[in-house]
T-cell receptor, first 114, second 113 residues
């Protein structure tokens, strides 16, 4: 499976600010998935990002709040904008499915909003 | 709304026992099923995948799939304290370039020494 890294690994932010999370993969992938895991909850897909096109957002998530960039086939960013305490979560990136439809996750970014 | 349901637990078993984790899903068209293990503060780790009815064994882990009943389970034999984690069931829905992995809420497993 691909080696996936994320930056930052964790951050504590003030309400109203924005944070950009970076995801780097060691191989070229067409699609990148961004998930959120709120405290005590399971993973929820935020959006799917293809290189060269706009990201596709799941119900309940909008581009103004979670803009995504996909400048090349190994890198993506997710920005959490105008943060509130409800945005405190672990954010995870995941490249497209590997062999046998398996999906692997980055180490995650733990965000706390005060 | 495609759903994946799991017993939330917590499930507590003694060391050496068999832990049984269950999952049901709503989308009859699903073809790929996964179990992830997630330690506290870490990201999910894929431990088992299953695609056809029956059992699939990998070491101490056995995944079971029954598509007619829309049921997936994970058995952990000879449970160890290091198996204590949250186990997430995930189901792949959709096809082509339009697919999505839907997760259950997870079952917290505690293995007591």
């Amino acid at each position: 499976s691909a080696v996936i890294s994320q930056k930052p690994s964790r951050d504590i932010c003030q309400r109203g600010t924005s944070l950009t999370i970076q995801c780097q993969v060691d191989s070229q992938v067409t699609m990148m998935f961004w998930y959120r895991q709120q405290p005590g909850q399971s993973l929820t897909l935020i959006a799917t990002a293809n290189q060269g096109s706009e990201a596709t957002y799941e119900s309940g998530f909008v581009i103004d709040k979670f803009p995504i960039s996909r400048p090349n086939l190994t890198f993506s960013t997710l920005t959490v904008s105008n943060m509130s305490p409800e945005d405190s979560s672990i954010y995870l990136c995941s490249p497209e499915l590997a062999k046998d439809n398996q999906q692997f996750f980055g180490p995650g970014t733990r965000l706390t909003v005060l | 709304q495609k759903e994946v349901e799991q017993n939330s637990g917590p499930l507590s078993v003694p060391e050496g026992a068999i832990a049984s984790l269950n999952c049901t899903y709503s989308d009859r068209g699903s073809q790929s099923f996964f179990w992830y293990r997630q330690y506290s503060g870490k990201s999910p780790e894929l431990i088992m995948s299953i695609y056809s009815n029956g059992d699939k064994e990998d070491g101490r882990f056995t995944a079971q799939l029954n598509k007619a009943s829309q049921y997936v389970s994970l058995l952990i034999r000879d449970s160890q304290p290091s198996d204590s984690a949250t186990y997430l069931c995930a189901v792949l829905t959709g096809g082509g370039s339009n697919y999505k992995l839907t997760f259950g809420k997870g079952t917290l497993l505690t293995v007591n020494p």
